[in-house]
């Protein structure tokens, strides 16, 4: 069996794995990137999904040179984004010219995924690349981390888990971790449509769940996330395009005409995953792995980016001080205590905007509308909500 010394182990090759990757390789440490699937698996994945960057994220990357590889010809700027209470024409407004800039820029999952993938194949010399990695030990002491296959073992002063909700690495740790199922499945595709969308992305609040609608570039088509029940989830999947676009039809009201289904409709089981603050020995927990939420606000990847720009931040701090060790455990301990309350608050926020749209019930129905519009006219609420929103 080889053994192989790193400084750093990513064990996740997701967009956010990758989008790890590329902002620490700037550090000039040595890098193993792992992941349980084949390449060949991960580049022909099928990904449905469009996510928006946030303004914060997007300045980030810039910072660290690497917006051009989000940018490109099918991006998408958000320009209001319209919230309301089931089909309700009273809604909460957010416009970009209160911000000065998009609501969020849409971009292909897919498209992403692959020019990070490939820039860091042809840019970095740092980085070691393990796919069908099945780790069959891993241990963690005062010096470094030790991750084992049936062939090879890794060393590393810095392990980060960026492994999903279902992390291998944090269920082997046996971290404190709260979960809550929220019996609910989110179906995403993408639409086209006659009219065009005018940038307008939109959240609509339903008794099953959300229906989001994320304007994509060109201006007819979207990406859509809808929240059902599991079984409506299941009985839905299982009609014909046209039966399935009836339905559509309704959920897309006031907004999208004669939506027809691209490709086939993708679906997630949706739950809430939250490791609160883990100080454990040489392991930082990134993105989902540590705080999978709802998508209700579309925050879950730029969440993750600011855990990198903390992470990258505190290893610029051990530079200038002259400390090679990226895994000291009081940088452990300063990533944690300045990712505690952001995190915090938009996992509650979003589990416990969930728990009041998500139902059918008079009182909270009548409440809800009543704070909507009231939200509307208040400045400063709304401006709190979009700073919130856009990372800043």
């Known amino acids: 069996m080889s053994t192989k010394n790193y400084d750093i182990i990513i064990f996740g090759s997701g967009i956010v794995g990758l989008t790890l990757a590329a902002c620490l390789d700037s550090h000039g440490y040595k890098i193993a990137l792992l992941d349980r699937e084949a390449k060949k698996t991960l580049d022909k994945k099928e990904e449905q999904r469009a996510f928006a960057i946030a ?19 099918d991006i998408c700027p958000i320009e209001k984004i319209h919230v309301m209470d089931g089909y309700d024409e009273n809604h909460l407004e957010f416009n970009q010219d209160e911000v000065g800039a998009p609501l969020g820029l849409m971009l292909y999952a897919e498209t992403i995924r692959d020019r990070i993938a490939k820039h860091l194949e042809k840019a970095s010399k740092n980085i070691d690349y393990y796919y ?12 470094e981390v030790t991750i084992k296959s049936k062939s090879q073992t890794l060393k590393a002063k810095l392990l ?38 005018n940038n307008i992305a939109v959240e609509r609040f339903l008794p099953h769940g959300p229906f989001a609608m994320l304007p994509l ?39 999208l005409d004669e939506p027809k289904i691209v490709g086939k409709l993708q679906s997630f089981p949706l739950n809430v995953v939250y490791s609160p603050q883990n100080i454990y020995h040489r392991t930082i927990l990134i993105g989902d792995a540590a705080h999978g939420m709802h998508p209700l606000a579309g925050q879950g990847f730029n969440v993750a980016v600011r855990d990198i720009e903390a992470l990258d931040k505190i290893l610029d701090q051990l530079r200038f ?29 979003t589990h416990g905007i ?18 909507i519009a009231a939200a509307d006219k208040l400045p400063f609420v709304k401006s709190f909500m979009l700073k919130k929103a856009a990372g800043l």
Do not use: M
């Open 132 to 143: 069908e990695f099945n780790c069959d030990d891993f241990e963690t002491n005062g010096s």
């Open 217 to 255: 570039h060109g201006g007819k088509q979207t990406s859509i996330v809808w929240t059902e029940t599991p079984d409506n989830a299941k009985r839905i999947l299982n009609l014909k395009n046209p039966e399935i676009e009836e339905i559509l039809e309704l959920k897309s009201q006031n907004y």
């Open 321 to 349: 001080s002259n400390i090679s060790d990226p895994g000291d455990n009081q940088a452990i301990k300063e990533f944690y205590s300045q990712r505690k309350l952001d995190i915090f608050s938009l996992v509650a926020a």
């Open 55 to 73: 303004l914060g994220s997007k300045l980030f990357l810039e910072k660290k040179e690497l917006w051009n590889l989000y940018e490109h010809k």
């Open 354 to 371: 969930n728990a009041i749209f998500s139902n059918n019930l008079p009182l909270l129905n009548k409440a809800r509308k009543l704070g």
């Open 160 to 197: 980060l888990a960026v492994d999903g909700r279902g992390s291998f690495i944090r269920n082997n740790l046996k971290l404190k971790t709260h979960f809550h199922d929220y019996e609910q499945t989110a179906l995403v595709g993408t639409l086209k449509h006659d009219n065009n969308h």
